[in-house]
């Protein structure tokens, strides 16, 4: 029964992120946008400065990275999951479960982390 349980709450967790991840947000024109920016405390000028070009490629090939490994890294929880509920009392098979979910949550952080970064120098060059 506590596996049913730990197996539900850790496929819960996992499953979270991503239905807050994908909700689109909608804007009716760009001033609308720009006010929402502004209220944010950024500017939606039309400049070129380190955002533009090369910062943008940047961006968005780490934002395209972060999202992949966020999708293996949920995968992988599920798996560490399955494999807690699977161990059977078998010490090596939970050991290589928790070591699934640790190194999971692990790449989580690093790809949070690399995202916050570039965007962290890409706005200081800018």
Do not use: W
Not at 5 to 20: E, N, Q, R, W, Y
Not at 52 to 81: F, K, P, Q, R
Not at 98 to 121: D, E, P, R, S
């Amino acid at each position: 029964m506590k596996r049913i349980i730990l197996s539900t709450i850790v496929a819960m967790l996992a499953v979270m992120p991503v239905s807050f991840a994908l909700v689109p947000a909608y804007a009716d024109s760009k001033t609308e946008v720009c006010n929402g920016i502004g209220v944010a405390g950024g500017n939606c000028n039309d400049s070129t400065g380190a955002t533009s070009g090369i910062g943008n490629l940047v961006s968005s090939v780490v934002e395209i990275l972060s999202i992949v490994v966020g999708i293996a890294a949920i995968i992988m929880i599920i798996i560490a999951g399955l494999k807690f509920v699977t161990a059977g009392g078998d010490s090596n098979s939970v050991s290589s479960a928790k070591n699934t979910l640790m190194y999971a949550l692990i790449g989580l952080v690093v790809a949070a982390l690399a995202q916050f970064l570039v965007h962290f120098v890409l706005n200081k060059l800018g």
